[in-house]
């Protein structure tokens, strides 16, 4: 039986999973479900799992599926408390993450900077103020804040013009300093930086820094599109080559590298007809596209600049300023949810070089990288089995092993900011990348695991209560699958599915059993 067939046979039998998670026999029962032939059950696999070996099978049975015949899959499930192991394939082989890259960062991050951390952007009157004019630069100074919103931005406005500032003779000057270049993770695919999802950053960066926009087909095959912005913003420098195709003709996009100085080009064709293509864009630099907004809000709120809006170059330096205003961020446990449950890779970037700034070291992804390596050393996590080159996971050169996933899962579940790190995880069927995920089964707003998806890849990893109210932690990783994304997503929850559904059996003199807070 394919995977196809299983999902059907899982589908329906949906309410009855959801029953036996709500009403489970009692500890160490098990039911006599028959599971049949290898990939396939008679019954729908849905039954409480009284017996480790019970759970193999199952596993092992999903793992046969053909949709996985040319794949590298990695598996390993472990009890948080003890580490005793309750499955494990490939548990010490290295995968490529995707976006479990985020665990790591995550977790780090909030165990060297700590849960009330927070990112301060600063501007400074660098001259004198007399009457409504600052004679003088204005600057604006990032701490590399990854949560700095245009709502922000309109309030500096604010504060301007509180402090009575109509116009600046001097140049607006955008210091991203704190992080040092380039704004792009090592290994990331070039052909991919002009998207949403691979926007660079800076230190000095809004969020989200990318812009939606669509191609509007012209009126007749061959004529020309038109780019249109879905919101208010500086438009990007993008030279539009897109031309009309055929109606009902596939959509064929492509950026161009741009020459010397010059605009990124899009290329291709959009089908003739009344709907549009969304575009999901990245900005060229962070920075500048800062510095574009407020001149934008500069325009709009009436305050003249006689100078230009540019970033900071060489050694130059504010002074202490006739004027100043702190915009502070959200503290870090409120930017975690932010960055895992969407899964942000700019945030996720921005949190590893943050905590290499906040070691003294500079603001660069690999003095980020040193220090995590450390801080996984001392969690018992032996070099090699996390090898990372980014924070986000869009670097093709991160590896890892499902056995270093888990053993920081159960780091993170002896840390004293669990209940912060777990809360910031997706969870099933309720929110985040995992919210139309495990719908009415026992991994329904059970699950806690981090996402991770690449062409090829999909990772899934993060904790669960089994039925016995033990947490479990676990890491899937597949490499290589050459079935439809949807196959491999169904094949994850299928397994973790049977994860939710496992029950210890307790026996007389075993340790007591601990949930998770």
């Known amino acids: 039986m394919t995977v196809l067939d299983r999902i059907t046979s899982f589908l329906a039998v949906i309410v009855l999973v959801a029953f036996a998670a709500v009403n489970p026999p009692p500890l160490g029962a098990q039911q006599s479900v028959p599971l049949g032939e290898a ?44 580490g005793e192991v309750l499955y494990e394939r490939a548990g010490e082989r290295r995968f490529t993450p995707a976006s479990n890259t985020k665990i790591v960062t995550g977790a780090v991050g909030l165990d060297v900077l700590g849960p009330d951390f927070t990112w301060t952007t600063r501007l400074v009157a660098d001259g004198t103020i007399e009457g409504d004019t600052l004679d003088g630069d204005l600057w604006i100074i990032g701490g590399g804040d990854p949560s700095l919103s245009r709502d922000r931005l309109e309030a500096w406005m604010k504060q301007l013009r509180k402090a009575g500032i109509r116009r600046v003779t001097g140049d607006v000057i955008g210091d991203d300093r704190v992080f040092t270049e380039p704004q792009w993770g090592e290994g990331w695919m070039w052909d991919d930086l002009y998207g949403g999802w691979s926007a660079g950053v800076t230190g000095l960066q809004l969020a989200p820094n990318t812009v939606r926009a669509a191609v509007v087909p012209g009126a007749a095959l061959g004529d020309r599109t038109e780019v249109v912005y879905r ?45 549009s293509t969304s575009l999901y864009l990245a900005t060229p630099h962070a920075t500048l596209y800062l510095l574009d907004w407020m001149k934008l809000l500069f325009s709009e709120g009436m305050v003249v600049v006689d100078g230009r809006f540019r970033r900071a170059q060489g050694d130059e330096a504010s002074g202490p300023g006739t004027w100043s205003y702190e915009s502070r961020s959200k503290p870090l446990a409120d930017v975690l949810g932010e960055m895992l449950k969407p899964s942000d890779n700019q945030m996720a970037e921005s949190l590893l070089r943050t905590i290499a700034v906040a070691k003294g070291e500079d603001g660069s992804p690999a003095a980020g990288l040193e220090i995590v390596s450390a801080r996984l050393a001392d969690w018992g996590i032996e070099p090699g089995a996390i090898e990372l080159s980014d924070g986000s996971g869009l670097s093709r050169y991160n590896e890892v092993t499902p056995n270093a996933i888990a053993r920081l899962l159960r780091a993170m579940w002896r840390h004293p900011d669990y209940e912060t790190f777990v809360d910031a995880l997706p969870t099933a069927g309720v929110d985040g990348t995992l919210q139309r995920r495990l719908l009415a089964t026992p991994g329904a707003d059970n699950v806690r695991a981090k996402t991770g998806s690449l062409s090829s890849v999909r990772a899934l990893s993060g904790y669960l209560v089994d039925g016995a109210g033990e947490t479990l932690v676990f890491s899937l990783l597949l490499n290589g699958y050459d079935s439809p994304g949807a196959v491999a997503v169904a094949l994850e929850d299928l397994l973790i599915e049977q994860v939710a559904l496992y029950r210890r059996p307790v026996q007389p003199g075993w340790p007591a059993l601990r949930t998770v807070p």
């Open 39 to 82: 990939g396939a059950g008679t019954g729908p696999m849905s039954s409480i799992i009284g017996a480790r070996e019970e759970l193999a099978k199952r596993l092992d049975r999903i793992l046969v599926d053909p949709a996985l015949t040319r794949a590298h899959v990695g598996l390993t499930i472990q009890i948080a408390e003890t």
């Open 231 to 275: 919101d208010r913003g500086p438009a990007l420098a993008i030279n539009n080559r897109v031309r009309t195709g055929a109606p009902g003709s596939e959509v064929r996009l492509a950026f161009v590298p741009p020459a010397e100085g010059g605009p990124v080009e899009l290329r291709g064709w959009v089908p003739l007809g009344p709907d």
